[in-house]
């Protein structure tokens, strides 16, 4: 599952401050060299020099050699000639990584308490951190302090883009007031449980307390007001959310623009299109929401407008929601505009001297070196993990980057957005490699070293236990400590068999807007939302009715990410024709080698 990462720390964060996106276009990025020289053990590419250009690290040809027979030494498990080799290297940026490799391979090296925490203590920067902290973890005697620190955040997939449907906290962001901070965060939690308990009158009569409520100033009563209002909503009691939502739209929409959001979809839900239709556009012109909400509150007033007939604004509407092309309703503004889902651009396109800022940063130059030795999936999780640090916007420079440095294939690597890798699964493809790589990107940003705080791994964000069931039935060998899942042919295989398990479901067929809930929630829920979610026979306002943030959100990143996958492929967008006309979007595989599965639930 997808995880919004935190910021890495130690060395990355002292030079946070000079990758950044106005530094992109100072200087020209030097040309990496291609020419290779071959070496025992894996090929050193990237040792000539083109054109007086010079490469992203600074190892000698010396050190690069000596940094390959450490890492071929310990592949063999000689770490006394790895030691040997360490010792007399003159750059030691990639010992960690090194270090790293040793002390995971449990079978044959058994890393002290002192090497995991000394480990901890200085790489606090490098991929792979939370793989250490499990072991060193593991290995601290029961009830002993650990004496490293909290577990960083992982690569994740969710970016900062917000949900519709995420309400705003009960708690004001900007508050300089440290004493009525302290007064929120005592009575804060209290409304909170009300509604965790699905107590959505009880929240509304603690607001009303004079202890309790009478202790919000009036900003945070609105927004504690809207929450309610949106848990009304989940329940069900649609007059309720938009007499609260409404309400507090009409007040404060400015300081709380999504009271706005929960009122359109109760209106829309109890057959008012006209009020709906007033909340979106209010929501559409607010300039503190995210475009992925502006995007959807565009869409839905066009969908009310239509309804209520007034077609003379349903065109505006969708030109603001088609205003934001790689969104979930841009997408289908756009199409239903009859505009082309345009190909985003190719990396060649790119400007190189935007990419030049990115030389400065460590985790590049240890990319950089670590492709140069060949350990081309140690270089991918480096990226990977400067990616997550990124804006989206600046995440392109680090594909580039990626194909620069002979990470993936430059002739299948699309838009620095949306690649294209040429990995494949290890079974061979039984889904549409646009379906592969949608989740691929949602779930892990195609870092093949990404594990979730709960466990999950690799590209499609596997759960062990999740992958033990779909090995054993694929006969997949995952390795001892499941140090299989990081290899790509099989971790997209394992994930191909579970979309391939959820699609042969009779309750969720070749759906995708359910199989997506399912590859996040679990089929179990998603087929309760289902049967529970009052949807009245609408898709969209299915998936904005679940309960669940991160599964509305998972939704709309799959379909969007597939969408704009099967452009880049020359594919037809007939999931996309039907999400926008209002229908469920039915999977049928377009690639050559995928085959046809499941059934076409059409739910509803």
């Known amino acids: 599952m997808g995880f919004k990462a935190r910021t890495g720390r130690g060395m990355a964060r002292r030079w946070r401050g000079i990758a950044t996106a106005t530094a992109l276009s100072c200087l020209a990025l030097p040309a990496l060299a291609t020419a290779a020289e071959t070496l025992p053990g894996k090929a050193i590419a990237g040792d000539g020099v083109l054109a007086e250009t010079k490469p992203l690290h600074n190892l000698s040809r010396e050190d690069l050699r000596r940094y390959r027979a450490a890492f071929d030494a310990q592949q063999r498990g000689d770490y006394a000639e790895a030691d040997r080799q360490i010792a007399n290297l003159d750059d030691l940026m990639l010992v960690g990584h090194l270090l790293r490799e040793r002390y ?343 870092n093949v070293h990404a594990r979730s705080p709960v466990g999950a791994i690799g590209l499609m964000q596997l759960m062990p236990a999740t992958a033990r069931i779909v090995a054993d039935r694929r006969g997949l060998d995952l390795g001892r400590k499941m140090q299989n899942l990081t290899d790509p042919g099989i971790n997209l295989s394992l994930g191909q068999a579970y979309i391939e398990m959820l699609m042969g479901s009779a309750d969720i067929g070749n759906n995708l807007f359910l199989v997506a809930a399912s590859y996040n929630a679990g089929p179990g829920a998603a087929i309760k939302w289902l049967d529970e979610v009052k949807y009245n026979g609408d898709p969209l306002l299915f998936i904005e009715s679940i309960p669940a943030a991160e599964t509305r959100l998972f939704i709309e990143r799959i379909l969007a990410n597939f969408w704009i996958y099967q452009a880049r492929l020359g594919q037809t967008l007939e999931t996309l024709d039907a999400a926008a006309s209002g229908g469920w979007p039915i999977y049928v595989p377009q690639d050559r080698d995928a085959i046809r599965i499941g059934t076409k639930r059409n739910a509803g």
Request: aromatic share 6%.
């Open 104 to 446: 995971l391979d449990t079978a044959r090296y058994s890393a002290s308490q002192r090497e995991l925490a000394e480990w901890l203590a200085a790489y606090d920067e490098l991929p792979g951190y939370e793989e250490v902290e499990a072991l060193a973890a593991a290995a601290t005697p029961s009830g002993a302090g650990d004496g490293f620190a909290a577990s960083r955040g992982t690569v994740g997939a969710l970016d900062m883009m917000a949900s519709p449907l995420d309400m705003m906290p009960l708690e004001p962001r900007g508050r300089d007031d440290a004493s009525r901070t302290g007064v929120t965060r005592a009575i804060a939690p209290r409304i909170a449980a009300a509604l965790r308990a699905d107590r959505p009158d009880q929240a509304v009569q603690l607001l009303e307390e004079p202890r309790v409520g009478g202790r919000l100033d009036p900003l945070e009563q609105e927004i504690a007001r809207a929450d309610i209002a949106f848990h009304y909503y989940r329940m069900g009691d649609d007059r309720s959310a938009y007499e609260l939502a409404s309400a507090v739209a009409d007040r404060s929409r400015a300081e709380v623009p999504m009271a706005d959001w929960t009122a359109g979809l109760a209106a829309w839900r109890l057959g008012e299109p006209e009020r709906a239709g007033i909340h979106f556009a209010a929501l559409a012109e607010a300039d503190n929401v995210s475009v992925w909400v502006v995007s959807a509150a565009a869409f839905w007033a066009a969908r009310a407008d239509l309804v209520a007939g007034r077609p003379e604004r349903v065109l505006d509407h969708l030109s603001i929601a088609a205003a934001y092309p790689n969104s979930f309703y841009g997408l289908m503004a756009t199409r239903l505009l009859g505009r082309d889902i345009a190909a985003t651009p190719d990396l060649g396109q790119i400007d190189a001297r935007s990419l030049n800022a990115l030389a400065f940063d460590p985790s590049v130059q240890r990319a950089a070196a670590l492709a140069a030795i060949g350990e081309s999936d140690l270089a991918s999780a480096e990226l990977g993990q400067m990616r997550a640090r990124l804006s989206p916007t600046e995440t392109s420079g680090i594909d580039a980057l990626a194909v620069r440095l002979g990470l993936v294939d430059p002739a299948s690597h699309g838009s620095g957005r949306y690649p294209v890798p040429a990995w494949r699964p290890s079974e061979g493809l039984r889904v549409d490699r646009a379906l592969l790589f949608a989740f691929a990107k949602q779930e892990s940003g195609f």
